[in-house]
């Protein structure tokens, strides 16, 4: 094995749409992108080239297949993120082809937007299995090879702000999602306490709907109030380059995020030029942390009971 001379980056749900596109341009960027998702084709056989990034011809295959014919490292691992193993072997193959890890961008989702009534337990059980345990089993078969590394990496999920209005209408959806976000404020605080300060967790989330499969109807009906998927991926891109302090356990949007950076003109990633789209995504969001927070109390470690119990 071989540890490559670039940085590496893991992207699992990068088979199309905004994954896709992070992809793509992280290997623009200069990184090796691994390309994770179930989807997979023979990219030899799609015609035309590249496919529709927003249909199912785009797939793992055809993703590595475009980053490579355009001068970039890529390899496409097929991975099903309800199955821990099929996880533990995706990270293990990234590691096995490029001997390091160093971002991991976990973009995996199951959606159904519907009130409880109107949401059958298999489909929650999905959401949470894709979204919530996916993530999870994910940062878990990462984490000891960030450890390698000298616990220098980044992680990036896919997930919102924690605000009550997310709640509505899509609770199931919203508790997997919520549910993430957790995991990002929970990962940060324990790598903060341990003193890993090279380490940092982060949330994203659109501030306007993007261009994907899952705004196809809204595409066809009002694309002027549709951003490309290329915001995204500098948003990360932007999350990256930023000191860890300056992320670490942050809930941002893409938007702004960017602006923060001083970026000011959007129109470069307005699907209709010269539109204004509506931002779906409150301009604030309350603050999560009490007056206590720097209070744990009696910290307790299920670890070292579970121990003095055997």
Known sequence: MVTSKKQVALIVGASRGIGRQVAIDLAKS??????????????????????????????????????????????????????????????????ATYGRLDVLIYNSGAIWWAAVEQTPMKRFQLMQRVNVEGLYGTVQAALPHFKKNGWKGRVIVVSPPIYSRFFRGKTAYAMGKVGMSVLTKGLAMDWEREGKTEMAITSIWPATAIQSAATEKLDKENASDLRKPTIYSDAILAMLRAPTSQVNGCLELDEDFLRKTGLTDFEQYNIIPGSKPRRIMPAEFPDLAVKEQADEGRRVDSTKLRTSRM
């Open 30 to 95: 200069g990184y090796s992108v691994v390309v994770a998702a179930k989807s997979t084709s023979d990219a030899s056989k799609v015609y035309p080239f590249p496919p529709d990034p927003n249909s199912s011809e785009s797939t793992i295959s055809t993703v590595e297949r475009e980053i490579r014919e355009a001068g970039g490292e890529a390899t496409a691992v097929a991975v099903d993120t309800r199955d821990y193993a099929s996880v533990q072997q995706m990270v293990d193959q990234t590691i």
